[in-house]
Nanobody, 129 residues
Framework: LQLVESGGGLVQPGGSLRLSCAAS????????IGWFRQAPGKEREGVSC????????NFADSVKGRFTISEDNAQNTVYLQMNSLKPEDTAVYYC???????????????????????WGQGTLVTVSS
């Protein structure tokens, strides 16, 4: 049971990146899949999640309107599309998931990493000119 992120890199402010999270088995096996990030010297911060049962998605206020989350079941992959990137988005981004029943509500976003027991290794996103 593994998650592998890719797609990180260096991008200028205002630019876009798409992160991928490839699962070793069907993403439909997970109740919730999400993304969180950790900047140097800072606490982990939830970014987004999606629920396979309800189809709901949620986002941190800091990324609403700029980030979207999507899923390709055929490819067992979840994507985080990041647009209008800002220097404060610089962080290691982690994909995570849970096999236990839960929903992706706004309440869980800030600490989403505490609810998801399967984590990827992370991918670094650097937003800088």
């Amino acid at each position: 049971l593994q998650l592998v992120e890719s797609g990180g890199g260096l991008v200028q402010p205002g630019g876009s990146l798409r992160l991928s999270c490839a699962a070793s088995r069907s993403t439909l096996d997970y109740y919730v899949i999400g993304w969180f990030r950790q900047a140097p010297g800072k606490e982990r911060e939830g970014v987004s999640c999606m629920s396979n049962n309800s189809g709901s998605t949620n986002f941190a206020d800091s990324v609403k309107g700029r980030f979207t989350i999507s899923e390709d079941n055929a490819q067992n992959t979840v994507y985080l599309q990041m647009n209008s990137l800002k220097p404060e988005d610089t962080a290691v981004y982690y994909c995570a998931a849970t096999q236990y029943p839960m929903d992706c509500s706004g309440d869980v976003i800030p600490d989403i990493h505490r609810y998801l027991e399967v984590w990827g290794q992370g991918t670094l996103v650097t937003v800088s000119s």
